[in-house]
T-cell receptor, first 115, second 115 residues
Framework: AQTVTQSQPEMSVQEAETVTLSCTYD???????LFWYKQPPSRQMILVIR????KQQNATENRFSVNFQKAAKSFSLKISDSQLGDAAMYFC????????????WGAGTKLIIKP | KAGVTQTPRYLIKTRGQQVTLSCSPI?????VSWYQQTPGQGLQFLFE???????NKGNFPGRFSGRQFSNSRSEMNVSTLELGDSALYLC??????????????FGEGSWLTVV
């Protein structure tokens, strides 16, 4: 069975600085998707970024980028130029390819932005 | 385009009662998934539906059930409520069958409190 681990329950960063959130996963599958979701106080899950396992290039979405290390089963999220609106819970999630939309979630990291 | 709509947003039930939660996916989306989110267990997958068929089910007791209608709207039901069922229930929708990396969109959730 697949598992996702986020070892940082809470992280804090100064506004405008860069922060990296860690995620590791375990799987025996070769094809899968990885996601970072943001959950603000409103509780709606918002997709931040996604990565297909077959792609070697790291995904980037504006200030958000990932460091995907397939062999190490590591998938970290880097947030550049942190903004107050980035404060939220961040969840790493795994999805098998082509079989199901089921997401397997990490425990989450609470990101605090200091003004 | 309207997002994923969940109703009711908040509800309080008594132990032993049953509850029905509703989810209207994004127009055109045929896949609906449900998740339970609690502080202790985190995010856990309940079930997944596509074209009125349950495609996948998580590890929850039989008190948890769901269905999907021909218009893709979905309901989940929890019978004989227990205190531990208090949680945020999230619904997500995606277009098409899970054959590709279609984006998964979430609703704002239904907060269930069991007293």
């Amino acid at each position: 069975a697949q598992t996702v681990t986020q070892s940082q329950p809470e992280m804090s960063v100064q506004e405008a600085e860069t922060v990296t959130l860690s995620c590791t996963y375990d799987t025996s599958e070769s094809d899968y998707y990885l996601f970072w979701y943001k959950q603000p106080p409103s509780r709606q899950m918002i997709l931040v970024i996604r990565q297909e396992a077959y792609k070697q290039q790291n995904a980037t979405e504006n200030r958000f980028s990932v460091n995907f290390q397939k062999a190490a089963k590591s998938f970290s999220l880097k947030i550049s130029d942190s903004q107050l609106g980035d404060a939220a819970m961040y969840f790493c999630a795994y999805r098998s390819d082509g079989k199901t939309y089921q997401l397997i979630w990490g425990a989450g990291t609470k990101l605090i932005i200091k003004p | 385009k309207a997002g994923v709509t969940q109703t009711p947003r908040y509800l309080i039930k008594t132990r032993g009662q049953q509850v029905t939660l509703s989810c209207s996916p994004i127009s055109g989306h045929r896949s609906v998934s449900w998740y339970q989110q609690t502080p202790g267990q985190g995010l856990q997958f309940l079930f997944e539906y596509f074209s009125e068929t349950q495609r996948n089910k998580g590890n929850f007791p039989g008190r948890f059930s769901g269905r999907q209608f021909s218009n893709s709207r979905s309901e989940m039901n929890v019978s004989t409520l227990e205190l531990g069922d208090s949680a945020l229930y999230l619904c997500a929708s995606s277009s098409g069958a899970p054959l590709s990396g279609n984006t998964i969109y979430f609703g704002e959730g239904s907060w269930l409190t069991v007293v």
